[in-house]
């Protein structure tokens, strides 16, 4: 990072489990409220960008995917998780599809 600052990730418990890989994982895209107000772009590098109606880039932040579980880290400090269930997530009491 510029000015020899470091990226600092939050402490995880070590429940045996591994991130999957930022690239392989089968989550990366773009997944989408049915009214289309809410979208989650899941970058292949580990990165999201959060689109509320007009605006564009809402949020974003880091996210980790582990097995079905996915969990966020907004930049600026806000943290949030969801589950995929049947190729659907659920996020926030929000129900997302793959587009």
Known sequence: MAG???HHRPFLPDDG????SEASHPYAGLWVTDDGRIRHELLPN???VEARGSRERAYEGRYEVRGD???YWDDTGF???GDFI?????H?????RRR
């Open 4 to 6: 020899g600052a470091s």
């Open 17 to 20: 489990e591994r991130p999957m």
């Open 46 to 48: 580990g990165r999201y």
């Open 69 to 71: 579980h996915i969990d």
């Open 79 to 81: 943290t949030a998780d």
């Open 86 to 90: 049947d190729g659907v997530l659920h």
């Open 92 to 96: 926030a009491g929000m129900v997302l």
